[in-house]
């Protein structure tokens, strides 16, 4: 099997349009049952498969894409968007993180964007993206023009900063907060980054990807069930 | 009277004299407040508290009886949900969410499987009789929601009445769930693809029935609260939030219909085939908790209509299939109710062990491995009991969610308690509270 071809998928789910953007590849699985070193009998250890993520996607976009983004580009410092993914049919601008309470503001502010309703933020954690690993996804709504929006930010693990757009939509502040605790992006200008939902002394990030799920082994008529981050599985 | 009681203390701290208060021990605090001059008690309401809704807790700041300052204390409920999942197939991951928001479970179920259907591009493939029954299931879980929300906010407030009542109704709607999915709350029955099972036998009469039970019942709610008296003063004015306040706190569903905004995503932005049905959006124009009680009331009474005319189609679909009609994705057993409570179905384990050696192995591969999602992310949103409930899937072309996030509207509408609660009366406090219906295990996953 090829590496660019993934295998085992549903026939039907090939974004088979001329809009596919290319890959761009975050990782490497190893292996099919999750088994390392000599534990391994199934002779799948060795193999390895990429693990691409759709990337930037080439103009023109269709549906309404190309005029939001192109009056965006207009508003914002050249350099703030990234790049631009159309991916199953939704919009993500990656934004540069400096310039970040910029484009919100224009976002709900000009006319032809209007995004007036912010659902919150959720951190993503790519562990072997160097220089990027905590991502900060926005989705936005126009309730005026009935779309919706995607922005995704980026920071290194080694400098989790990314300021909060708390400021210019409110709503975000309990989201923010949420995305701290769990994945420990420090959202500067937040007016109170506390944790929220673990208990205020805890230590660490519970979400991200080396933090483990943790659990005790469970006995079952005599067979002893290790927790799931530690049981076999397939990956 | 309370000197004696060990749950029922004073200790002096740095930050002041600390009290804990346990029910008919005012005294001690009121006395104890004597010593000193000044009138400023900070309450801690909760997570304890039967007004609270679950564990919520309230941290209020009192000038007298007024509230000057309230914040929110939260997490008390928090159960790793959206961490555990990313170590489950994608299927098995309903059965987690299922269990977040646990008053409108077919929500989580039915935001994630729209996400994962969406990665997986097969939205158009979904069987009409799936996608209608989805619909059923999410009207009925809407009116069992709301009651839950218009019983509780009423006992709360001492109309004990309109809590037996909506109880009793809410019985019946859990009943109708155990026929139809087994369960009375978290299913997992809305799957990636489709839905677990068919409409079991009798099922369309017993719906025939409910509405029926419902027309009859559902006015009472409307004569015994509408235009009491003691129920409108209790509501009218308080937990004031206008348009401008729900668009800036990100406030979405009943709270901003009561503004007088038909804010809906089913009508909107349509999902599972929306655009076919015939309903309204009910609105107020009080933007304070009787609106929000008044919009409840009618959503009601729309989602009624929508059940009678998911019951008309079902008529017609006998027979037709639930699941997707991709056998890499669909999961293979026909389930069946046993004596044992539902598994696969006698003929299906007969077929796997009996007769086909690749119907066996096609079996084990889909139920252990499960089926890789393309990798990507999406973002589904949908209109639940309590408003915008989002889901954004990741995946990184596993056979498990690389990361799954969900924007409850609990969560988000909570936000808006400090403002709808400062400056009011702590018994105020608790209408405020209750008018926004948050769910904690929604709000805390």
């Given amino acids: 099997m090829s590496d660019t071809q993934p295998e085992n998928l549903p026939a039907t789910s090939a974004a088979s349009d001329a809009q596919t953007p290319q890959a761009e590849v975050i990782d490497q699985r190893e292996g099919m049952f999750g088994v390392r070193g000599t534990g391994d009998t199934s002779g799948f250890g060795g193999l390895r498969r990429q693990v691409a993520l759709p990337g930037s996607t080439p103009k023109p976009y269709g549906s309404w894409f190309d005029g939001a983004v192109d009056r965006l580009e207009g508003l914002v410092a050249d350099g703030a968007i990234e790049k631009v993914v159309v991916d199953r049919g939704e919009l993500t601008l990656h934004i540069k993180r400096e310039n970040l309470v910029e484009v919100c503001k224009h976002l709900r502010d000009d006319e032809a964007l209007r995004f007036e309703f912010c659902s919150g933020v959720s951190g993503v954690h790519y562990p072997n993206e160097t220089g990027s690993e905590l991502h900060a996804v926005y989705h936005f709504l126009s309730i005026t023009h009935n779309r919706r929006i995607r922005l995704e930010v980026s920071a290194p693990d080694s400098d989790p900063h990314i300021p909060s757009i708390v400021s210019v939509y409110p709503a975000n502040d309990w989201h923010e907060r949420e995305t701290w605790d769990f994945f420990g992006i420090v959202f500067d200008g937040h007016p109170a980054l506390t944790r929220i939902q673990m208990p205020d002394d805890w230590p660490g990030h519970p979400q991200r990807k080396d933090y483990p799920l943790g659990g005790i082994d469970v006995e079952y008529k005599g067979a002893v069930i290790p927790p799931p981050d530690t049981r076999r599985s397939y990956n | ?445």
Avoid at chain 2, 90 to 95: A, C, D, L, N
Avoid at chain 2, 209 to 218: G, P, V
Avoid at chain 2, 316 to 336: N, R
Avoid at chain 2, 389 to 411: A, E, I, L, N
Wanted: proline share 4%; with cysteine.
């Fill in chain 2, 1 to 445: 009277m309370t000197a004696t009681d060990p749950y029922a203390t004073t200790r002096d701290t740095t930050e002041g004299k600390v009290f804990t208060v346990t029910g008919q021990d005012w005294d001690s605090v009121v006395s104890g407040l004597g010593e000193e001059p000044e009138e400023r008690v900070v309450v801690n309401m909760g997570p304890q508290h039967p007004s609270t809704h679950g564990v919520l807790r309230l941290i209020l700041e009192l000038d007298g009886e007024n509230v000057t300052e309230a914040r929110c204390g939260i997490g008390y409920l928090h159960t790793g949900i959206e961490k555990n999942m990313e170590f489950r197939s994608w299927t098995q991951g309903v059965t987690f969410c299922t269990r977040m928001d646990y008053l409108s479970p077919f929500y989580n179920e039915a935001a994630y499987c729209l996400a994962v259907e969406r990665l997986l591009g097969i939205e158009d493939q979904i069987p009409d009789k799936a996608n209608v029954m989805r619909v059923l299931l999410m009207e009925l879980n809407r009116i069992s929601s709301h009651l839950v929300c218009i019983a509780t906010g009423g006992m709360e407030i001492g109309a004990l009445t309109v809590m037996t009542i909506g109880f009793r109704e809410r019985e019946k709607t859990l009943d109708l769930f155990e026929l139809i999915t087994g369960l009375r709350m978290n299913h997992a029955f809305i799957r990636p693809g489709g839905v677990a099972q068919d409409l079991p036998a009798g099922a369309l009469d017993k719906i025939r029935e409910y509405i029926t039970w419902m027309n009859k019942h559902l006015k009472e709610y409307a004569e015994l609260c509408n235009a009491n008296p003691i129920f409108k003063a209790r509501l009218q004015n308080v937990g004031y939030l206008d348009l401008a306040g729900c668009m800036a706190l990100g406030i979405s569903g009943p709270t901003v219909r009561s503004t007088g905004y038909a804010l809906d995503l089913r009508k909107s932005q349509p999902y599972c085939g929306y655009e076919t049905y015939d309903f309204d959006v009910p609105t107020w124009d009080s933007s304070d908790a009787y609106g929000r009680f008044r919009v409840r009331l009618q959503e009601m009474h729309e989602s009624l209509k929508i059940v009678e005319q998911c019951a008309d189609r079902l008529e017609k679909m006998d027979g037709q299939p639930v699941m997707v009609a991709d056998k890499k994705i669909g999961w293979p057993a026909q389930l069946a109710v046993g004596a044992d409570g539902m598994g696969n179905s006698l003929d299906h384990i007969k077929h796997i062990m009996g007769e086909s050696m690749e119907a066996l192995i096609h079996h084990f591969k889909l139920v252990t491995e499960g089926f890789r999602v393309p990798a990507g992310q999406a973002y589904v949103a949908l209109e639940s009991p309590r408003g915008e409930m989002g889901c954004h899937v990741v995946s990184d072309g596993g056979t498990k969610p690389y990361r799954v996030h969900f924007r409850d509207p609990s969560f988000a509408n909570l936000q808006a308690m400090p403002i709808m609660c400062e400056g009011g009366q702590v018994a105020d406090v608790i209408v405020a509270v209750a008018s926004l219906d948050p769910v904690m295990g929604g709000v805390d996953r």
